[in-house]
């Protein structure tokens, strides 16, 4: 299941630190079942795929930085966060879900703040055109199921 927004309120990136999610960008999550890839290889194969669908639908070239940023000439493009849910009952065998939240900003860039850790950028900018969001978000999606991600 994927679930998208045009604007957040509540984003969240790493560590809990607010992530702004104005107009313009691609924002989703992604919901797979069971178990998905082991804790450490997750974050890196979905920032890959992002990186590949954000190529697929743009022409750009993103850069991956630890493990879950995306850049473009220094700047954040993007942010991914992979969560593991345990189901009410479950017992740590498949019994939960697996939450691939990704933030892309591909028409608009968060204003800056003491909160940003890098500057921030936009597709756009770097493209010099407006961004498809919908094929944006099917290109990304798309690479992410490409990882053989069970689906719920």
Known sequence: MCVSASTQTGGRGQWGRAWLSPAGGCWFTLAVSGSVGDGEGL????????????????????????????????????GLLCERLALAGGTGGGGGATLVGVGINANAVPAAGAALRRPAASLAAAAGKRIDLPRLREACVAELLSLRMPTP
Do not use: F, H, M, S
């Open 43 to 78: 974050p890196l194969a979905a920032a890959a795929a992002v990186g590949r669908g954000i190529r697929a639908a743009t022409g750009l070239e993103p850069e991956r930085v630890a493990p879950n940023d995306l850049l473009i000439g220094g700047a954040k493009v993007a």
